[in-house]
């Protein structure tokens, strides 16, 4: 093992999160097809706009996991870039969230809403419990958080 030896950590196992960042840019309206036309002005004001707007979103993927010591890495961050691209790049950059996306055409297309798609969308590659939390950077001020709960 002359040269092999791990560079060991003392504990056992070591719990490390790593995140990855990628954005999109995308338009949308915020309506509710569960509200009529004047609640949907009361509640979202300019951004129930019929004509949408835009938004150059950002997003912070984070994984949790053991440091596997034989490759010192939770996942390849190149494996996380592919499952990102995926699961957020394909879908969502360059569309209209509400018309072009499926998945928004019940669904309001706020942040929160975002984040949980994205979630989900992850989900479906990622080993399980690896997922920690999506952040979605509407814009510099509105930031949204979801943990899976
Ligand atoms: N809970 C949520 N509230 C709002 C969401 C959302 O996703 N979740 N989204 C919006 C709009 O999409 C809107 O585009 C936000 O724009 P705006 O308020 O203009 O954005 P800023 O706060 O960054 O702009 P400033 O005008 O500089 O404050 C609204 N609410
Ligand atoms: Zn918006």
Redesign the pocket.
């Known amino acids: 093992m002359e040269g092999r030896e791990l560079q060991a950590p003392v504990k056992a196992s070591r719990m490390v999160m790593v995140t990855r960042v990628e954005s999109f840019s995308a338009a949308h309206q915020?309506h509710s097809n569960c509200l009529n036309a004047e609640e949907n002005k009361r509640i979202y004001g300019k951004?129930n706009n019929p004509n949408g707007?835009g938004?150059n979103y950002k997003v912070e993927v984070t994984v949790r996991g053991e440091v596997n010591p034989l490759t010192g890495m939770v996942i390849n961050i190149t494996e996380l870039k592919e499952h990102m691209q995926e699961a957020i790049i394909k879908p969502l950059d360059h569309k209209n969230l509400d018309k072009d996306v499926p998945y928004f055409t019940n669904v309001v297309s706020?942040?929160?809403n975002v984040a949980i798609f994205i979630w989900d969308n992850l989900q479906k590659n990622l080993s399980p419990n690896l997922l920690y939390e999506v952040k979605v950077y509407?814009?510099?001020?509105?930031i949204v958080v979801y943990r899976g709960e």
Do not use: I
Not at 138 to 142: A, F, G, H, I, L
């Open positions: 915020l951004c707007h938004h706020t942040s929160e509407e814009t510099d001020k509105n």
